[in-house]
């Protein structure tokens, strides 16, 4: 199947519109497929499965003879060596895999290449950790041996979301598979080319059959049949919190235990001693990184009030400078995923406007930009109140809202009072103060004079309160996907 505009305005291919079970393609149940639209454009560039629950089924089927049978029996250093070379096919194959990634989503091409590394890099480092995850030995009664393993669950369930597919893919596959689970992934119906590459890429490896399947489609039907499906034992998703509570339902009526990533609202404390030359670039790039559309995204910012003016000021000059393009302008943002994304961004505009938030600053579209794109401009709000929706829920799109704070004990409040609490920074050229506050900021990840939205391979990620629960990223990633059994020998 021919993917038509990509990028470079050559034609790529993605593998198939069918569903992938046992390291090959095979149309969907229904026949049905979905058109995929270039977020750059409108227009249709190629179509997926429409995949449905007896899809699933087989699918599942398919991951439980696997990982009893071919998968189940390879030692952890093998499991480990093929996801190794995985990572090498990747980067050998990053050119194509970047232009798919970059038309499927619309970001800068830039953007994508790294996305497609980081996705290599996650091979990389679960494929070496693979045989490091040590159980431990327990001190015990008198006359036993008693010890702790770390085993793979089974089959795990695997629903990503449009806005880093690539990224995800590794994200979610690579410790799963490493600790030696067999995979069913469901990819999001707005994005979801890279992914099916890299499924024929990971056949390619050496994986075998049925230790990756993947069901493409919607998620009230693929998804949902996953997330309630008997034959699997666990279950990681990331994506929106309304959907991630359907999912850990289903996962509680079943009886397994679940990851969920469910986004944030960011908060960046800015003290009246922070180092402006510094946070500004930063600032700027943690809200238009992937046009917002990143759980992680530094969408708040609470200033010192004696720091506002100066924030605001220098906030406008570098956002003013701020340009959203396709893919191949390589701008620093491109457009969002879909129409609906669009109409979102757009109803907080009119929020604000209706609420009259001032507009500290605005970026421009690029004149080239396809009109039926999905384009939005680039904006920052303040002061906002902090008890203001823009303050308090997930843009998901680059809108960056500025809120003011008086002294340590207010910022510790305002940057902790909101539903989410998934990444923080603090930035302050006095270290005792950074510490305390950075310590008390509730969140799976804080930053100190510095902000990394989205990257970090090795770095535990995840959420508190409706953030989510579980950690991706670094080893303790790989403890996730596994379950522990203590053994207990009696020898006299
Ligand atoms: P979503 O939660 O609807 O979709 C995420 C994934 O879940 C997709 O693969 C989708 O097909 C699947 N899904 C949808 N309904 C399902 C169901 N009933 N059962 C099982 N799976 C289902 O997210 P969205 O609609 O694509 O985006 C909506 C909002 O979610 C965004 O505006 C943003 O706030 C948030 N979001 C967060 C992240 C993140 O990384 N945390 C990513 C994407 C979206």
């Known amino acids: 199947m021919n993917v038509q505009n990509d990028a470079r305005g050559a034609s790529v291919t993605a593998a198939s519109d069918g569903i992938f079970i046992d390291n090959g393609w095979r149309a969907s149940a229904s026949g049905k497929t979905l058109a995929v639209l270039a977020p750059a454009t409108g227009r249709e560039i190629t179509r997926i499965a429409d995949g449905t629950a ?47 990634e970059a038309t499927d989503t619309g970001k800068p091409m830039s953007q994508a290449r790294g996305d497609v590394r980081a996705c290599a890099r996650y091979f990389e480092y679960y494929g070496a950790a693979a045989d490091k995850v040590h159980g431990t030995q327990i001190p015990f009664m008198q006359g036993y041996l008693a010890v702790t393993e770390h085993l793979p669950y089974g089959v795990t369930g695997h629903i990503i979301p449009w806005n880093l597919p690539a990224q995800m893919f590794g994200r979610t596959i690579a410790p ?47 998804g949902a049949a996953l997330s309630g499906h008997r034959g699997i034992d666990y279950i990681s998703f990331t994506g929106s919190p309304q959907v991630g509570e359907l999912v850990q339902i289903a996962a509680a009526k079943n009886h397994i235990g679940c990851t969920l990533e469910l986004g ?34 530094g969408s708040r910012v609470l200033v010192q009030e004696g720091l506002k003016d100066a924030l605001l000021e220098r906030l406008a000059a570098a956002f003013s400078e701020v340009v959203a393009g396709p893919p191949e302008a390589d701008c620093k943002l491109g457009p969002l995923v879909n ?72 910022a510790i409040e305002k940057a902790n009072d909101t539903d989410y609490g998934l990444v923080g920074a603090v930035w302050s050229k006095d270290g005792s103060r950074a510490m305390r506050v950075a310590r008390r900021i509730v969140a799976g990840q804080v930053f100190v004079n510095g902000y990394g939205a989205g990257g970090g391979i090795e770095l535990p990620f995840g959420g508190m309160k409706k953030s989510g629960h579980g950690r991706e990223k670094g080893f303790e990633a790989l403890l996730d996907f596994s379950t522990t059994r203590t053994l207990v020998v009696k020898h006299d």
């Open 54 to 100: 007896a899809d699933i089924d087989l699918a599942v089927e398919a991951a439980r003879r696997a990982f009893e049978g071919a998968w189940g029996g390879h030692s952890a250093t093998e499991r480990g060596r093929i996801l190794q070379r995985l990572a090498q096919i990747i980067t050998e194959n990053e050119d194509e895999l970047t232009a798919l």
């Open 176 to 222: 799963a598979l490493a600790m030696g689970n067999a995979c069913v992934l469901k990819p999001a119906e707005d994005a979801c080319l890279s992914p099916i590459r890299l499924c024929e890429l990971a056949a390619e490896a050496g994986l075998p059959p049925g230790a990756l399947n993947c069901v493409p489609g919607r998620g009230e039907s693929a």
């Open 264 to 297: 944030g609202k960011s908060p960046q404390v800015i003290f009246e001693d922070a180092d402006l030359d510094a946070a500004i670039p930063v600032i700027v790039t943690a809200i238009t990184v992937n046009a917002g559309q990143t759980c992680s995204a």
């Open 339 to 410: 129409a609906t994304q669009k109409r979102r961004v757009e109803r907080f505009f009119s929020q604000a406007e209706a609420d009259g938030i001032p507009i500290v600053a605005e970026g421009k579209i690029a004149p080239g930009a396809d009109p039926e794109g999905y384009f939005v401009v680039p904006r920052v709000y303040g002061p906002v109140p902090h008890d203001n929706v823009l303050s308090q829920e997930e843009v998901f799109g680059p809108v960056l809202s500025v809120v003011t704070f008086r002294d340590e004990a207010e």
